[in-house]
């Protein structure tokens, strides 16, 4: 009888990690358990209206054991024994400062409440400025332009940036750390005890999409760059990495006894390298070459590959990245994305939900928990009902039109300093009609995506979708559906990164002899598919148009920072 051999994909998203136990034969799901970040969800060490957002690395590490051990307990008896590898996906970039070991500065004493010495969550913005210098420098001064792969467009959600502003913000900080680390380097780090960080093996995904690695410049940018941007990123570079990065292939070494004990499984299990959601998320999809793969959740990221001798020495301008082996080894990745997608619905629910905020200070007669009763309804039924309502309205070329730039706009061209805007309201716009609109805006920031691939030369033959979006709203895909004037097939994982960390950990653990073999042998397959409407993809072609021209109004005359 053949053995079984099961694996975990572990998925770090922006609220919570998943642990997913996969049979690596076949890819069923044995049994999964989400684990929140208790500090992250209590709001502490994030100021929104600053746009910052920082991630404890305890809560981390907590909720690694938690998922972990809450689905072994759901799990038949003796899945444990039966567990070769473990691979881990997260968010990113998202970085931290750590000491001489690895250990981020957020761990000590010290700094425990200092948000500057913790993880620097992907949708942080407090570094737009830092990103704007870097990106003047790389296209003004003498050597090499180290923006070319990465679409010719620094972002302040990335690596330098972010590092850049923490030691300009704290010298405290500065003084005491050592090197910096990405989330999906540092956990795989952490479970296999090989945290120097000088030796620490990093991700590919993370170097060439966030850091500016690239083979063509030996690794990372030079020091002559990196001072002259600032000297205080002098000598941060040989702390860092050089030439050598790593693809999700790749294993880092097996559990400790320390976290095998924790996670309640043997010392055996191979760990891989690490990479991001969004990544691994496409692998699980079962990307394959000329498939956009659009991750749909709070933002999106939106995911192909390409064999390198068809791309050839050509950059792909305005993307977030062009890496080789990023998301599969043996072809390059390409990475865009919008910076909100369903946090463009959140945020209309949240300005919906105010007067249900203040029913605490009216004189209502109202208990403390019936007003908690109230705000608990209404968060579970607002935008299920705005759905069904705005499903009943066909899209008009004088309704009210959006632009879904509410946290500024990751791509084409990234651009944090960008707003939204929500036009040609009258005295007769009702709430669905909004909420129809900002639905639209969504799709049409979806739709420039795959234009700026396709006048790259990028050819896109079919759209796969994956995330909360795809598993929760008909309506929202159906829409894409039409703007983009394409069938979207559906994931039929709802864990989609989490199942491609699984692959990943199936083929460190040599289980399977590559990503593309785990993939075949483990893939969930498609569910639902959204074909296009003829007639509303025409009229939607108007709207596009008209979308393109505000948001090239707002850009020209209304960017935050203009003076």
Not at 141 to 153: F, I, N, P
Not at 438 to 464: C, N, W
Request: some cysteine.
């Amino acid at each position: 009888m053949q053995q079984t051999h099961y694996v975990i994909g572990m998925d770090y998203g922006t609220d919570s990690v998943r642990a997913l136990i996969v049979d690596a034969a076949t890819g069923e799901e044995i049994s999964s358990a989400v684990h929140h970040y208790r500090r992250w969800g209590e709001g502490r060490y994030c100021d929104p209206a600053n746009q910052q957002f920082r991630q404890h690395p305890q809560d981390y590490l907590d909720s690694l054991e938690g998922s972990v051990r809450a689905a072994l307990q759901k799990a038949p008896d003796g899945t444990a024994e039966k567990i070769r590898g473990l691979s881990i996906d997260t968010t990113g970039s998202t970085p931290a400062p750590v000491d001489k070991q690895g250990r981020p500065l957020a761990l000590s004493p010290e700094f425990q409440d200092n948000p500057h010495a913790m993880f620097i969550l992907w949708k942080d913005h407090t570094a737009i400025a830092e990103a704007e210098e870097l990106n003047q420098l790389a296209h003004s001064w003498d050597g090499e332009d180290y923006t070319k792969y990465v679409g010719g467009v620094y972002s302040s959600e990335w690596f330098w940036a972010k590092i850049l502003h923490t030691l300009r913000t704290d010298d405290r900080v500065r003084e005491r750390t050592f090197s910096w680390v990405e989330h999906c380097d540092w956990m795989p780090a952490v479970l296999t005890g090989r945290t120097d960080p000088l030796s620490m093996k990093r991700s590919r995904c993370a170097a060439g999409h966030k850091a500016l690695w690239h083979e063509s410049w030996g690794g990372l940018p030079s020091e002559d760059f990196l001072t002259t941007l600032d000297p205080l990123l002098a000598g941060l570079r040989d702390r860092l990495y050089g030439e050598e990065t790593y693809q999700a292939d790749v294993p880092v070494g097996t559990l400790t006894s320390e976290w095998a004990d924790r996670l309640g499984l043997s010392s055996e299990v191979v760990v891989g390298v690490g990479a991001f959601d969004a990544h691994l998320g496409a692998v699980g999809a079962e990307i394959r070459p000329h498939v956009l793969c659009k991750v749909m959740g709070t933002s999106t990221c939106d995911m192909m590959i390409v064999p390198p001798d068809e791309l050839g020495d050509k950059c792909v301008r305005g993307i977030a990245g062009q890496v080789n082996g990023s998301i599969l080894p043996g072809m390059v990745g390409l990475e865009a994305g919008q910076s909100a997608f369903g946090d463009v619905y959140a945020w209309f629910q949240e300005v919906l939900l105010w007067p249900v905020e203040q029913l605490d200070s009216l004189d209502t007669g109202l208990s403390p928990e019936d007003v908690a009763a109230v705000r608990t309804r209404m968060e579970e039924n607002l935008i299920p009902e705005l759905t069904h309502a705005a499903q009943q309205i066909s899209p008009e070329v004088s309704g009210p039109l959006a632009v879904d730039w509410m946290n500024g706009r990751r791509t084409p061209y990234a651009n944090q300093r960008l707003r939204g805007a929500i036009t040609q309201l009258h005295l007769g716009t009702t709430t669905p009609k909004i909420f129809r609109a900002l639905v639209e805006s969504t799709a049409f920031g979806a739709r420039k995506i795959a234009d700026r691939f396709q006048e790259e030369g990028v050819r896109i033959d079919d759209v796969y979708a994956l995330g909360g979006i795809p598993s929760k709203s008909p309506f929202i895909m159906q829409v894409s559906a039409d703007v983009l004037n394409k069938p979207i097939h559906v994931v039929n994982s709802d864990q989609a990164p989490a199942l491609g960390s699984a692959m990943a950990a199936a083929t460190v653990a040599k289980i399977y002899p590559s990503m593309k073999a785990a993939q075949a042998g483990m893939g969930a397959g498609f569910g639902d598919q959204y074909t296009p409407d003829t007639e509303r993809a025409e009229l939607y072609d108007t709207l596009y148009r008209k979308y393109e021209q505000l948001g090239g109004f707002i850009e020209n005359n209304l960017t935050d920072g203009n003076s």
